[in-house]
């Protein structure tokens, strides 16, 4: 059974850190890049921050220097540090891993999403 589990959400007041943690079981762990995404209300769903395989990183400009994405193969987990979030960071966020291209009969998998809220 495929499973990503988020944690670590929730209200947060600006200036403040958060980290979430996407705990996986059910798929080879190691063998798919990991991504972060997020989506607030009205808006489409954009893309925050993907480790590779190869611990290659990419972030969003706006959240560049401030997030930091990383991987545990070991625990089959990733998380996303967030530092000095500002309101603009409110949104839901969602854990996604990403199939290796080889491998197209293979749908992306998703989390259920944990809301963080930046508010005082």
């Known amino acids: 059974q495929v499973q990503l589990v988020e944690s670590g959400g929730g209200l947060v007041q600006p200036g403040g850190s958060l980290r979430l943690s996407c705990a996986t079981s059910?798929?080879?762990?190691?063998?798919?890049?990991m991504t972060w995404y997020r989506q607030a209300p009205g808006k489409e769903r954009e893309l925050v921050a993907r480790i590779t395989i190869n611990d290659y990183t990419d972030y969003l400009y706006s959240v560049e220097g401030r997030f930091t994405i990383s991987r545990d193969n070991a625990k089959n987990t990733v998380y996303l540090q967030m530092n000095n979030l500002a309101p603009e960071d409110t949104a839901v966020y969602y854990c996604n891993a990403e199939p290796p291209s080889y491998r197209p009969d293979l749908s992306a998998l998703w989390g259920q999403g944990t809301q963080v809220t930046v508010s005082s």
């Open positions: 059910g798929f080879t762990f190691s063998m798919f890049a």
